[in-house]
């Protein structure tokens, strides 16, 4: 489904949000969910969408869940041969007191780290040139979790 250069071609460096919105439209284009494809949590169903519920709730719902994990896969497939991804990855799995690297490529798609894992991805795919360590980005997510 992806490739490494179609992925990042037609979006830029550098990602930033100010609110849950302005994130969710973000993993949105950069998983390319398909607008169709909607999760419900626990017991809802579609028919329960169509009652009162507030816009947020109802973004978080409508989550393309197959093309957020081909997604997932991808990057770390991708990545977890890089000893600098692989150190975030056991980094910030351990903010959830685990060494599940999968869990910290989770966490670093949370709303708090997501513009900083993404940056570090879009250059590993898109600019061999730039060591990944040297970015502003990398830099600042290991100082995070490192604290």
Request: glycine share 2%; with cysteine.
């Amino acid at each position: 489904m992806y490739s490494k250069m179609d992925l990042f071609s037609n979006f830029p460096a550098i990602i930033s949000y100010q609110n849950n919105t302005e994130y969710r439209d973000w993993i949105r284009r950069i998983f390319s969910f398909n607008k169709n494809a909607k999760t419900y949590y626990a017991d809802l169903t579609e028919k329960d969408m169509t009652m009162e519920i507030d816009e947020e709730s109802r973004d978080e719902m409508e989550f393309d869940l197959d093309n957020m994990q081909i997604g997932l896969d991808f990057f770390f497939e991708n990545t977890i041969d890089s000893p600098l991804f692989e150190e975030l990855y056991l980094l910030s799995a351990g903010t959830m007191f685990s060494t599940d690297i999968k869990i910290g490529q989770s966490v670093l798609c949370s709303y708090d780290f997501f513009y900083l894992y993404y940056t570090c991805l879009w250059y590993f795919f898109m600019d061999k040139l730039r060591k990944i360590e040297t970015i502003p980005e990398y830099q600042k997510l290991r100082s995070m979790f490192r604290k």
